[in-house]
């Protein structure tokens, strides 16, 4: 047993395990787009720093909604 797995994950991580379900639903899938929100006990710099991550993926666009929300598109490229 390690002690990683015995360890609780930070709000980050544990932020990002949120974020990435939304991601991997059925749904946004289907659609290749997601709308995510940043919680109210979610740090801000947590926030920019996840965004800023998401965005450095090719094939991903963000798009900032006057509601706070960001919405996630992304297209998977063909194979050659």
Do not use: C
Not at 36 to 62: C, G, Y
Not at 63 to 75: H, L, M, N, S
Request: hydrophobic share 40%; charged share 30%; glycine share 4%.
């Amino acid at each position: 047993m390690t002690t990683a797995a015995a360890s609780t994950p930070s709000a980050y991580e544990r932020m990002g395990i949120r974020i990435q379900k939304i991601i991997n639903s059925p749904t946004a899938q289907k659609s290749r787009a997601a709308l995510i929100f940043r919680l109210e006990h979610e740090s801000e710099d947590d926030w920019a720093q996840l965004l800023e991550e998401i965005a450095e993926n090719d094939n991903v666009t963000l798009a900032y909604r006057d509601d706070g929300g960001v919405q996630i598109f992304w297209v998977v490229p063909k194979e050659d």
